[in-house]
């Protein structure tokens, strides 16, 4: 069983609809990373979330440390949000960083 | 400033050769972590390396081995490389200091085909 489940793995809307994506993990992590993949596979870091809510622009995240949920958010949502969303969990050992555990992505459509 | 470069993008590779993939970070970031992705399993962590140490590593085989040198790029190698091989393998850099989760910023990747 992957520690990091998204939900949902695709998701077509229609331009100006709120997206949501959700994210939960079952292992302790010290960070909840949201990650966007566009074709041609660069990777941009859109938040990093230890507790609490961020937003930038038209991207919200939200965590939920005790129930292990994360959630993002889109709002006024616009074709060039098409893309893949993937959480990602990282662990700190004492020793710093121990690298990411990632879900499966979730594959975003907006239509215009 | 110079985001995180990865040389080179594209690589056609023969079964049974080596390659040498190099991931330069973000100046003054320490930490280089990779990842390989395919379609069937997605993105999966291969290791960290943090002042020239690696930190973690991955479920991978053996054949998957890197280095960080004293200016903070990294290699990874791949021996001996199989059809399963063929993947993108991207790098992120992070300060990683030692009480703090820091952010990463990713490379474009290395698109590697094994034939």
């Known amino acids: 069983k992957n520690e990091v489940e998204q939900s949902p793995q695709n998701l077509t809307a229609q331009e100006g609809e709120f997206i949501t994506i959700n994210c939960s993990y079952s292992v302790g992590i010290s960070a909840l990373h949201w990650l966007q993949q566009h074709p041609g596979g660069g990777i941009v870091s859109l938040f990093m979330l230890s507790s609490g809510k961020k937003k930038h622009g038209r991207l919200i995240a939200t965590i939920n440390i005790q129930e292990k949920h994360s959630s993002l958010h889109i709002t006024a949502s616009h074709p060039r949000d098409s893309a893949v969303y993937i959480c990602a969990g990282s662990m700190y050992s004492g020793g710093g960083a121990d690298g990411l555990t990632f879900g499966k992505g979730t594959h975003l459509i907006i239509q215009p | 400033k110079a985001g995180v470069t990865q040389t080179p993008r594209y690589l056609i590779k023969t079964r049974g050769q080596q390659v040498t993939l190099s991931c330069s970070p973000i100046?003054?970031?320490?930490?280089v972590s990779w990842y390989q992705q395919t379609p069937g399993q997605g993105l999966q962590f291969l290791f960290e390396?943090?002042?020239?140490?690696?930190?973690n590593k991955g479920n991978f085989p053996g054949r998957f081995s890197g280095r960080q040198f004293s200016n903070s790029r990294s290699e990874m190698n791949v021996s001996t490389l199989e059809l399963g091989d063929s993947a993108l393998y991207l790098c992120?850099?992070?300060?990683?200091?030692?009480?703090?989760?820091?952010?990463?910023?990713f490379g474009s990747g290395t698109r590697l085909t094994v034939v």
């Open positions: 100046s003054g970031h320490r930490s």
């Open positions: 992120a850099s992070s300060l990683a200091g030692q009480a703090f989760n820091y952010g990463y910023t």
């Open positions: 390396y943090f002042s020239e140490t690696q930190r």
